[in-house]
């Protein structure tokens, strides 16, 4: 059996997407052009390329453990475990040189207590061929049994916390019907209906005002295919729906594709405009404040405002060098944007040059946000470093190092002077693919809190509408919620794919999350907060 390179493309591309390296893959699906490609690629499974990869390496492994055994009794559990996985015939004949060669050993050696069976028992020092897992698994099985009683009750008081944190499965409703990955999902602000976007050419719009089951859904085709018609194969990749957002009033949903379009839908899933002047994916767009106006990024350079009302741009600004991957507004007119060219751009409809222009990072910039006051922008970026900036200042006023890895997303609580939380403090959530979150005290530049229970990169963070829980989710399938004033963990739940998204509807009692594997679970909060 072989690959063909055509396969190997395919395999990478859908890599790339599941990491989150969205302009990265556009490039590599371009220039490879394995969009183009004749193979059904309906049943890839995800991290197919991950799991091609783990299954060469073992494969040598046995390769390995036969060629060095065959003579011998004296292997390892771990090597005897990957043979068993690849050919049960291998395992019976090692298994009879190993009776056939125990006598000659045990004479050889003078004593039972050098008998290979005495090797069989996993050692925390050992060898493990499957990586420190593992070790640490073996390791904590060992101190278990050394230590007796008191290892124990540690175990106990584990499975205890996991308890009275974990979400039962009767508070989570799995909304189905995507057949791929879901890149991204969000709350009306008026009303339970959740958006979610996906990588099969699809966003759908989820009913959740009634506790019937299945939920009701609509359907936003963004490829040549209609609900009605014949099912045909959609090319992977060049619909993806990797972006999307409500207007303020929570009558319009706003889509953006990597086939460059941005469209305008009804709450009720009817297409009202498409926005088409972006050459290549859009990855990032936000209505304003007063839904007169959307603001997009794209791969292309470029961000793009656009008339709501006429569906037709307003105003084209170039001044990056590199694909734009975020946009934010501050006001109705003036906006941010960040870029790979390691950028920031303050600019403002109808003026022809950046207001201002924000350098410091020297890695590309994933995200901005500016906080509910329009009064500091906060800023992340790959090279590990999450920013502050200000109007009356052409340095960033808090240079926040605290991350070991690429700092991914960032969220500000709802919270401060001039919003529904006025007694709150704001804080600021910043995800991190050194699997932590970290929650900041921005007047004086620290960090208060470290949330580090994932053990995968961190893709989404939420705050709670009044700001006491932030909600976190990793491709680790975890779901963790936090209170924000003291950092202990209080809610969890694992679904059944890693997490692209996690955001809570309009009161804070329902908590959405979709995911790597086409789902999109929403866990009911009440009476747990």
């Not at 039962?168 to 958006?195: Q, Y």
């Not at 088409?276 to 292309?300: C, E, R, T, Y």
């Amino acid at each position: 059996m072989s690959m063909t390179s055509e396969e190997v493309n395919l395999l990478i591309y859908q890599y790339l997407i599941e990491s989150g390296f969205n302009h990265t893959a556009f490039n590599f699906v371009n220039e490879s052009r394995a969009s183009q490609t004749s193979i059904n690629t309906q049943y890839m499974s995800p991290g197919a390329l991950i799991k091609i990869i783990q299954k060469g390496i073992q494969f040598v492994e046995c390769e390995i453990a036969v060629a060095t055994n065959t003579n011998s009794a004296q292997f390892e559990e771990d090597q005897l475990s990957l043979i068993e996985a690849v050919s049960p015939v291998l395992v019976t004949n090692r298994q009879k040189r190993l009776q056939e060669a125990q006598p000659r050993m045990v004479q050889s050696h003078g004593g039972a207590g050098d008998r290979p069976e005495g090797r069989r028992s996993p050692s925390p020092q050992g060898g493990n061929r499957d990586g420190n897992r593992r070790g640490v698994a073996m390791g904590d099985d060992a101190s278990v049994r050394a230590g007796g009683d008191q290892a124990g009750q540690t175990s106990q008081e584990k499975t205890k916390e996991e308890l009275e944190t974990t979400i039962a499965a009767s508070k989570a409703r799995f909304l189905r019907g995507h057949e791929s990955e879901v890149f991204i999902c969000a709350w009306n602000p008026k009303m339970d209906l959740l958006a979610s976007g996906s990588g099969d050419s699809t966003a759908r719009i989820w009913d959740l005002t009634t506790t019937v089951d299945p939920v009701k859904s609509c359907t936003l085709w963004h490829a040549d295919r209609k609900p009605t018609a014949q099912p045909v194969e959609i090319q992977k990749g060049v619909h993806d729906v990797t972006s999307l957002d409500w207007n303020k009033e929570g009558q319009c949903l706003c889509t953006g594709s990597y086939d460059g379009f941005a469209r305008i839908w009804s709450n009720n899933g009817e297409l009202r405009s498409t926005l088409g002047a972006h050459k290549g994916p859009i990855f990032a767009l936000k209505w304003n404040k007063s839904g007169s106006h959307i603001l997009s990024a794209g791969v292309d350079k470029t961000t793009i405002i656009w008339n709501a009302a006429e569906g037709k741009k307003e105003q084209q600004f170039a001044f990056h060098n590199a694909p734009a991957l975020d946009v934010d507004w501050k006001d109705d007119r003036t906006f941010a944007s960040c870029s790979t060219d390691q950028c920031i751009y303050v600019c403002r409809l109808g003026a022809d040059k950046p207001l201002k222009t924000f350098r410091g990072h020297v890695n590309e910039v994933n995200a901005i946000k500016w906080d509910p006051q329009g009064r500091l922008l906060a800023s992340c970026s790959d090279d590990q470093t999450l920013k502050l900036w200000s109007m009356d200042s052409v340095t960033a006023i808090h240079d926040l190092q605290a991350h070991k890895k690429e700092i991914y997303t960032i969220k500000w609580s709802p919270s401060g002077p001039g919003t529904d939380n006025p007694n709150c403090n704001v804080m600021l959530a910043s995800a991190s693919f050194d699997t932590t979150i970290r929650i900041w005290d921005v007047e004086q530049g620290i960090c208060i809190h470290t949330l580090s229970k994932h053990s995968d990169p961190v893709y989404s963070v939420a705050f709670s509408p009044d700001s006491r829980l932030l909600a976190s989710g990793s491709f680790d399938k975890h779901i963790y919620v936090w209170s924000t004033q003291t950092g202990a963990l209080v809610h969890q739940y694992t679904s059944t794919g890693g997490i692209f998204e996690v955001c809570w509807n309009h009161r804070g009692d329902k908590l959405a999350a979709s995911g790597s594997d086409g789902s999109v679970v929403v866990l009911d909060m009440r009476k747990l907060t």
